[in-house]
């Protein structure tokens, strides 16, 4: 069975730096990646996958995330943190099946 | 956002009640998915419907009765639930379950309480 881990529960980085959410993936196939945020009182929304390719992936609002197949790693980075991207942030993995295994989420805050 | 829509946004019932939950996806999908979020765990998946036919159902409790008329709709029927049963329930979508597994489109959610 697939399973994703976000060590954080907590990043707090100050406008402008750099921002990174940490996410390591177990899976016995095939591994597809997504990074999905939700917004207070808002759905998740999809930022990005990896299915196969380069293993920089670039996504929505200026995300990308590096695939480190040896780390089994999936991290999502963006170079200029804004306030704006204060969210919770989801990492989830798709074996061979259809179904999506989420971790339990990274609260990001990013203070002006 | 608007793609999935969920109503109502917010529920408190008390455990002999029944109600339901209402999803409705505007995207042309087949697949509909009905996910619980609890504070700090992982999202945990309940069910799934591919083509109007459930393919999971994932050892959820029978006091949650989930009901697919067309690939556009999805509700939950809700009876004597617990304390514990208190969460955000999500609905999604995506173009099949098969292929479109991981790339799915998330409702608002409705905030359920249970008193």
């Known amino acids: ?112 | 956002e608007t793609g999935v829509t969920q109503t109502p946004r917010h529920l408190v019932m008390g455990m002999t009640n029944k109600k339901s939950l209402k999803c409705e996806q505007h995207l042309g999908h087949n697949a509909m998915y009905w996910y619980k979020q609890s504070a700090k765990k992982p999202l945990e998946l309940m069910f799934v419907y591919n083509f109007k036919e459930q393919t999971e159902n994932n050892s959820v409790p029978s006091r949650f009765s989930p009901e697919c008329p067309n690939s556009s709709h999805l509700f939950l029927h809700l009876h004597t639930l617990q304390p514990e049963d208190s969460a955000l329930y999500l609905c999604a979508s995506s173009q099949d379950s098969l292929a479109g597994g991981g790339w799915q489109y998330f409702g608002p959610g409705t905030r359920l309480t249970v008193t």
């Open chain 1, 1 to 112: 069975a697939q399973s994703v881990a976000q060590p954080e529960d907590q990043v707090n980085v100050a406008e402008g730096n750099p921002l990174t959410v940490k996410c390591t993936y177990s899976v016995s196939g095939n591994p597809y990646l997504f990074w999905y945020v939700q917004y207070p009182n808002r759905g998740l929304q999809f930022l990005l996958k990896y299915i196969t390719g380069d293993n920089l992936v670039k996504g929505s609002y200026g995300f990308e995330a590096e695939f480190n197949k040896s780390q089994t790693s999936f991290h999502l980075k963006k170079p200029s943190a804004l306030v704006s991207d204060s969210a919770l942030y989801f990492c989830a993995v798709r074996d061979d099946d259809y179904k999506l295994s989420f971790g339990a989420g990274t609260t990001v805050t990013v203070r002006a």
